[in-house]
């Protein structure tokens, strides 16, 4: 019941601030957002494994996952607040850019939590919605580009999974059963039909390889993240991106108990191994700070498939580096405003000796460039470690030394542009012209990437338990 | 007599392969809606009568009616030339599209499946991937749109397939259909045409990486 008002509320906020101009209202109708929003995640977590309106289940994923969502959505709020107070456009544009970030938040956090896969496909296609207006939020040509080629992608893959689902309706009729919910799959996966399973994969897969960002469908978002506004595209690069896999998992939890758990695991495998090849080729030659935190998003969903793919330790890793490169990559992005408020461009050649015009900037890049990169005191260190362990452990050595390769190229391509931006001079850049730039506005980011560290490397118990609990139903 | 339909349905894809005036297409995706109107209103008498004027709305108002003329408007208003431009020649298309449609044959044999009606299978995978070809082999933005609609009625022809024991799943797609020709049709098309002079998918390159 208080997920249907929780539902109601929040796309009535989003309508009530598509529709209001005013600008104290629009940040107090955002306030009360935030509010609700976690209001319900409190009430969620203390109804854990309740169900309500027959779709929603506060399971040990969802609830994860919604933590880290309501947890983003803070900074996501206060960024998008400083962005439009520094933007100084028109009164209709703000009121679509706080709309379309509740209506986002809102379908992202009902997709976590839905049971039954064509619900979680429902909120995936809203989501394209939400994330389409916050692409086109410049409304010139470049964004305009952005924004077709994200919605007509999305489109193409929301079918896709559509047409899987329809498979996976056919091959569940061999089980006498009709009720799509993730819970009967499991129930049944034994009865499923293995060769209408085998496409329903495919398909599903693909289509939400759009939103995780993971080879064949990554393109859009790489464009989509390139086009929004640094608050926005620190949610398409971090709880978007966590949408996508809790499809992929969920579904892929109910396959790996069926006769195609192997075939599944190799199909994710070569999907992510791609994908963080794909990553490493274009780091090497990427001059946009913005796409290059991008491709960064791509590699690190490559290896969370990876330890997917691989097992045993794998799975608990695969969880943990989710949520890590959440609090880290959105902290990335949402330090780009704070560079581009002082250089006014994207191209790294254009950028340089950060720390002298924003010393405390500097250090979240700096320490959000040693997290994404899993250098040791990271907590995304110690997932990147056991999904290592794990491919190790699954003899799949040769992949490994691969991986291993690529990410010292990742390591070397990113780390010669972030050092770039940290201290060498920029080029053509007139220092009278650099703003002043509070050191408050960089706060969020060092609670995000302290969060990460935290984490990872001594996490409570309650975290724990949550990430085994949300991968007790995979096989070892 | 579903049968007719479905092939009729097939023939139209061929002659899409083939045609030359952008309105052309327009018509034949406005006889597709007609198409499945029909077949809708034959297959799917078992379900209740609220769903079934609905779907059949969607097909006949949706599909055949308010999408072509939406289409046609768009050419107009735009000046979009009249010829597709496809990069590979005609006699190539249709020789294309006779080999997808012979291999989900071939493909279509090769299953036992009790729940599945074969031609529906056949019509709609070759009707998925003629559509995936439309798009990768044609010039225009707005002609890989009508691509994404060709896959649309594909995918609603597979719907079908399985729509009398879920018919949850045939409004599901009908959701799709309506949402996503929406969102790209009625948002973006305009605005394309407003900023992109002469509508050219070369002109949609300038996201780079550096």
């Known amino acids: 019941m208080i997920t249907l008002i929780y539902l109601i509320v929040a796309f009535s906020i989003a309508i009530a601030l598509f529709i209001n101009k005013n600008k104290i209202i629009n940040y107090s109708l955002l306030g009360l957002f935030l509010m609700i929003q976690w209001g319900f995640t409190i009430y969620a977590c203390l109804h854990f494994h309740a169900t309500e309106l027959d779709y929603f289940t506060f399971d040990a994923l969802g609830i994860l996952l919604l933590i880290t969502l309501s947890v983003i959505s803070i900074p996501a709020a206060i960024h998008g607040f400083l962005y439009i107070q520094n933007q100084q456009g028109p009164a209709r544009s703000r009121s679509i850019f706080f709309a379309a970030i509740v209506g986002l938040i809102t379908a992202i956090g009902a997709g976590y939590l839905s049971n039954h896969i064509a619900v979680t496909w429902i909120f995936t296609e809203l989501t394209t919605l939400f994330a389409s207006a916050l692409i086109y939020h410049h409304r010139n040509k470049l964004a305009l580009e952005g924004t077709w080629k994200y919605v007509f992608i999305c489109a193409i893959s929301i079918t896709f999974i559509f047409i899987g689902i329809l498979f996976l309706s056919l091959s569940l009729m061999h089980a006498g059963s009709s009720d799509l919910s993730f819970q009967n799959l499991l129930a049944n996966s034994d009865k499923l039909n293995p060769y209408w399973l085998r496409l329903a994969f495919l398909f599903i897969f693909t289509g939400f390889t759009a939103k995780l960002g993971l080879v064949p469908m990554y393109t859009a978002g790489i464009d989509a993240k390139d086009t929004a506004p640094g608050p926005a595209a620190a949610l398409l690069s971090s709880v978007l991106m966590n949408l996508g896999f809790v499809g992929i998992f969920r579904f892929y939890s109910v396959v790996a108990n069926t006769s195609l758990h192997h075939w599944a695991s190799l199909v994710i495998g070569i999907a992510a191994f791609l994908s963080v090849f794909v990553a490493a080729v274009y780091m090497i030659k990427v001059k946009n700070i913005k796409r290059m935190f991008a491709y960064s998003g791509i590699e690190h969903m490559g290896l969370v498939m990876l330890g997917l793919a691989a097992g045993g330790v794998g799975y608990y890793a695969a969880v943990l580096h989710i949520v890590l490169h959440a609090l880290v990559k959105s902290s990335l992005f949402f330090q780009y405003n704070q560079i581009y408020k002082v250089f006014k461009t994207k191209n790294i050649y254009q950028i340089g000796n950060y720390f002298k015009y924003n010393t405390t900037g500097a250090l979240v890049i700096l320490l959000g460039f040693i997290s994404a990169t899993a250098m040791p005191p990271s907590g995304l260190f110690v997932s990147e470690f056991l999904i290592f362990r794990s491919l190790f452990e699954a003899n799949q050595i040769i992949v490994l030394i691969l991986i291993l390769l690529l990410l010292t190229m990742i390591i070397y391509a990113f780390g010669k542009n972030i050092f770039k931006i940290l201290f060498l001079p920029a080029v053509g850049f007139n220092e009278d012209s650099a703003p002043h730039i509070s050191p408050w506005e960089s706060l969020t980011q060092y609670i995000l990437l302290a969060g990460a560290i935290y984490l990872g490397l001594n996490p409570p118990v309650e975290f724990v338990n949550l990430i085994n609990e949300s991968i007790m139903h995979l096989p070892i | ?210």
């Open chain 2, 1 to 210: 007599m579903i049968a007719v339909l479905l092939i009729t349905f097939l023939i139209t894809l061929f002659y899409m392969a083939i045609a030359n005036r952008m309105l052309t297409y327009v018509k034949v995706l406005a006889l597709q809606g007609v198409l499945l109107f029909f077949v809708v209103f034959i297959q799917l008498s078992e379900i209740n009568v609220v769903n079934l004027i609905f779907i059949l709305l969607e097909t006949i108002i949706f599909k055949s009616i308010a999408v072509p003329l939406f289409l046609a408007y768009i050419l107009k208003r735009n000046r979009i030339t009249r010829e597709a431009e496809p990069f590979l020649p005609n006699f190539v298309s249709l020789i294309i599209t006779t080999v997808i449609v012979v291999a989900t044959i071939l493909l279509a044999n090769s299953i036992q499946e009790p729940h599945l009606d074969k031609i529906f299978f056949v019509v709609a995978l070759s009707t998925l991937f003629t559509g995936l070809y439309f798009i990768a082999s044609r010039r225009k933005i707005i002609t890989h749109v009508m691509g994404y609609l060709v896959i649309e009625n594909g995918v609603f022809v597979l719907s079908l397939a399985v729509g009398n024991e879920m018919p949850m799943l045939v409004n599901l797609g009908i959701m799709l259909d309506i949402f996503a020709s929406v969102l790209i049709l009625g948002i973006f098309l305009n605005k394309i045409g407003d900023v992109f002079k002469d509508i050219d998918v070369n002109q949609l390159s300038n996201l780079k990486d550096y």
